[in-house]
């Protein structure tokens, strides 16, 4: 994909594609969209793997006007989910669109409350992502964000943690017992203090690589349930916005996105739990 | 962290993107992006990011007029 880019008011051909066009347009002016998940998974050179876009977003109302304007210009439309606005986004809620490009079916997801983020890191995220294009989470981040309920992502998770430079990261996120005992060779100290952060930390020094791998699996399937009851939590608080949905997507079916977007707030505000506006 | 002698996660294939120069790697991932459009059809319904799973079986297929 080739585009024309206005750099110091020069027409500049610009190879790229849709996802970080997008995060241009969500950027213009300003930062309000991080992309994270798989589209900074390649980013950072690690792999291919998905077809969706995802994007932390500024958790502002100016920011969530503008991005809806940039996917109203793309002709995109809401699939199920919550209404792009502070009320839902806050309470952890993620927003969903989808649209053509050149034959391209594209998704793109937000959301301002990252999963396994604490709220008071998402500053120093912000901070960190400043005057960068594009911008993109960080490896840590990324490996926090990809400790999901899918096997497939603790291979990221693995192959992030062999590309991390810092060793305390590396201990944090490795999946490799192999590697593990390496660290614990070379870091005994660093061990010791991430070991309450880690517990799987307890068992490297010293143990065998059977039992550090047994270590790794049961610490992946704990991970994975975590996720899933958490998803559990909010499939379970979105019932009767699921349940209205079919009625709502009709209604909303043809309509600009600002439209349907006024048309899903005011519904979601009697079937969808959000925080006070 | 050296590279030898460790386990291994994604395959060669995976990870040639290392050593690609940005052209090559958007020109790759576009046409990957292309390539994975053929699994549409199979994760029509389902979510890959975000807090829900699957859409509601819906008789209407949403669209948006720009």
């Given at each position: 994909m080739v585009f024309n880019k206005n750099i110091n008011g020069l027409a500049v051909q610009v190879n790229t594609n849709i996802y970080l066009r997008l995060t241009d347009e969500f950027n213009a002016g300003k930062l309000r969209a991080v992309i994270c998940s798989g589209q900074a998974a390649v980013l950072h050179r690690i792999a291919i793997m998905s077809k969706d876009g995802d994007w932390i977003l500024r958790e502002n109302k100016e920011t969530c006007r503008h991005v809806l304007s940039v996917l109203q210009n793309h002709g995109a439309h809401y699939r199920f989910g919550a209404p792009l606005d502070i009320r839902w986004l806050a309470r952890g809620w993620s927003s969903h669109f989808e649209f053509d490009s050149g034959g391209m079916r594209i998704r793109t997801d937000f959301f301002t409350r990252p999963p396994r983020i604490a709220n008071d890191e998402l500053p120093a995220l912000w901070n960190d992502q400043a005057?960068?294009?594009?911008p993109f989470v960080d490896m840590a981040t990324l490996a926090r964000l990809k400790q999901?309920?899918?096997?497939?992502d603790y291979a990221i998770i693995g192959e992030l943690a062999q590309q991390m430079e810092n060793n305390a990261d590396q201990l944090r996120f490795s999946r490799s017992a192999l590697d593990l005992m390496r660290l614990a060779k070379q870091h005994p100290a660093l061990v010791r203090k991430l070991v309450k952060e880690r517990?799987?930390?307890?068992?490297?020094?010293?143990?065998?690589r059977e039992n550090i791998e047994t270590a790794l699996d049961a610490e992946r399937r704990v991970m994975i349930h975590r996720n899933e009851n958490r998803l559990a939590e909010f499939e379970s608080a979105a019932g009767r916005w699921r349940k209205h949905w079919p009625e709502l997507a009709r209604i909303i079916s043809g309509l600009p996105l600002l439209k349907a977007h006024a048309v899903l707030v005011k519904d979601a505000l009697k079937y969808l739990p959000g925080t006070a506006a | 962290m050296k590279k030898n002698q460790t386990d291994h996660f994604l395959s060669e294939e995976d990870v040639?993107?290392?050593?690609?120069?940005w052209d090559e790697l958007i020109t790759w991932w576009n046409l990957w992006l292309e390539q994975a459009q053929v699994t549409n059809d199979i994760d029509?319904?389902?979510?890959?990011?975000?807090?829900?799973r699957h859409e509601p079986p819906c008789p209407v297929k949403n669209k948006a007029r720009r």
């Open positions: 005057g960068k294009n594009p999901t309920d899918r096997e497939k517990p799987l930390l307890a068992v490297i020094s010293g143990g065998s | 040639s993107i290392r050593d690609m120069d029509q319904h389902e979510y890959s990011h975000g807090v829900f």
